[in-house]
Structure formats: C-alpha cells, structure tokens
Nanobody, 123 residues
Framework: QVQLVESGGGLVQPGGSLRLACAASGLTFSNYAIGWFRQAAGEKREWVGVISWTGGDTWMSTPVKSRFTISRDNAKNTVFLQMNSLRPEDTAVYYC????????????????WGKGTLVTVSS
C-alpha cells in the first residue's frame, strides 16, 4: 500500500520560513518524480513544483521559484519543500504527489497523493 505523508506545516509570520517533508512508503521511491501542490480555501489546486526521479532537476512555478526549493533524499524516501520569505498568499494546504512518468504541473498525471499539511502565513 502506497502512502505519502506530509509534515512540517504550521503557523508562520510573513517573511518566515518552513520546511515541509513528504515521506513515502510502499513504492520504489527513486522511480517516481515528486510534485508539490497547494490549495487555498475556495481555490483550485495549484502546482508548486516538482523534483525529478534522481533529484538532479527541479522545476518550480513562477510565483514561488525565487523563494521555494525542492530536494529529495532517496535513501530516506523523503522529499523536502523549503519555503522562504513566506507571504500571506502562500497560505494553503500543501500536498505532495508521486508520478511514475510525469515531470510537470499536470495534477491528473500523478498516481499517488498525500493528505496534505496546512501552512498558515499570518502575523
């Protein structure tokens, strides 16, 4: 049974930082690209970025590319989303997702999803 579990969310002040983690089990982790998505209340799910199967490449969405980075540790089956210079508009539930063949923003091409972790940016 495949599981993706996000952690690290919470309340942070504007300008602060958080690091989210996505721990995977039940799959051959290095065979999957891992994407991050977010969904604010009342909004559509939005792609944040993706890291390739080996971790050698990342692709970040325009709103976050100067502030967020993705890394992975295949030995620990974990992917990280480092978020810096957080803004109130970054408030959302953040999800990680795994894709065997897709490296990009199309959420319907990700086979497995976590349940999300809430990030709130507020003073």
């Amino acid at each position: 049974q495949v599981q993706l579990v996000e952690s690290g969310g919470g309340l942070v002040q504007p300008g602060g930082s958080l690091r989210l983690a996505c721990a995977a089990s039940g799959l051959t982790f290095s065979n999957y690209a891992i994407g991050w998505f977010r969904q604010a209340a009342g909004e559509k799910r939005e792609w944040v970025g993706v890291i390739s199967w080996t971790g050698g490449d990342t692709w970040m969405s325009t709103p976050v590319k100067s502030r967020f980075t993705i890394s992975r540790d295949n030995a620990k089956n974990t992917v990280f989303l480092q978020m810096n210079s957080l803004r109130p508009e970054d408030t959302a539930v953040y999800y990680c997702a795994a894709s065997r063949s897709h490296y990009g923003p199309e959420n319907h091409k990700y086979e497995y999803w976590g349940k999300g972790t809430l990030v709130t940016v507020s003073s």
